[in-house]
């Protein structure tokens, strides 16, 4: 089955630990992002790829960092320096944009992350 | 499950009646639109998308129309089943790259 998956699904830490969440993709999609999503709001982007080894921060990058190293994996750590980390945090891929074309985001099933 | 959402509006219909679910969008170079569905503690599903060049797409029991003048996206589920229970989410894309910008939510109940 193609699909996104995100590991683990649920991830507790502790204040001041940094932690790292899984996602790999087997779309064979350029382009992956990260979201969080707060309960009562929509989800903002943290950082994307469009291609390996090349990434953008988005609108919330301040607290995160992530790597590129294979087209398939697209990792996000939580540092220490995240405020207030606790929150559900969704992977996405998708194709490069083209004119003309449909090219929309497909969503791995989330991990949620609490700060104990 | 976990909820998405504690304070979104909420839309509440009968099963068997028609949904209808609005969006304001913001960005008037937006060229690309798309619904998704999101079920207590899991990630978005796409619905249905459609492109700044038209009006109205439909789907299976789904009807996407969009209005350019008053930046107004609106979905339209026929016949609401109670599976169709979910917090439903617009998203616009810019001028450039493949990035989304979502929207709040609304979610959906279906009263049996």
């Known amino acids: 089955d193609g699909g996104i998956t995100q590991s683990p699904k649920y991830l507790f830490r502790k204040e001041g630990q940094n932690v790292t969440l899984s996602c790999e993709q087997n779309?064979?999609?350029?382009?992956m992002y990260w979201y969080r999503q707060d309960p009562g709001q929509g989800l903002r982007l943290i950082y994307y790829s469009q291609i390996v080894n090349d990434f953008q921060k988005g609108d919330i990058a301040e607290g995160y960092s992530v790597s590129r190293e294979k087209k398939e994996s697209f990792p996000l750590t939580v540092t220490s320096a995240q405020k207030n980390p606790t929150a559900f945090y969704l992977c996405?891929?998708?194709?490069?944009?083209?004119?003309?074309?449909?090219?929309?985001?497909?969503f791995g099933p989330g991990t949620r992350l609490t700060v104990l | 499950g976990e909820s998405v959402g504690l304070h979104l509006p909420t839309l509440s219909v009968q099963e068997g009646d028609n949904s209808i679910i609005n969006c304001a969008y913001s960005?008037?170079?937006?060229?690309?639109f798309i619904w998704y569905k999101q079920e207590s503690g899991k990630g978005p599903q796409f619905i249905i998308d459609i492109r700044s060049n038209m009006d109205k797409r439909q789907g299976q029991r789904v009807t996407v129309l969009l209005n350019k003048t008053v930046k107004h996206l609106s979905l339209q589920i026929a016949a609401t089943q109670p599976g169709d229970s979910a917090v439903y989410f617009c998203?616009?894309?810019?001028?450039?790259?493949?990035?989304?910008?979502f929207g709040g939510g609304t979610r959906l109940m279906v009263k049996p």
């Open positions: 996405a891929s998708s194709r490069p944009r083209a004119s003309n074309s449909y090219n929309e985001q497909f």
């Open positions: 779309l064979n999609h350029d382009a």
């Open positions: 960005n008037s170079a937006s060229d690309y």
């Open positions: 998203a616009e894309r810019g001028n450039a790259g493949n990035m989304l910008t």
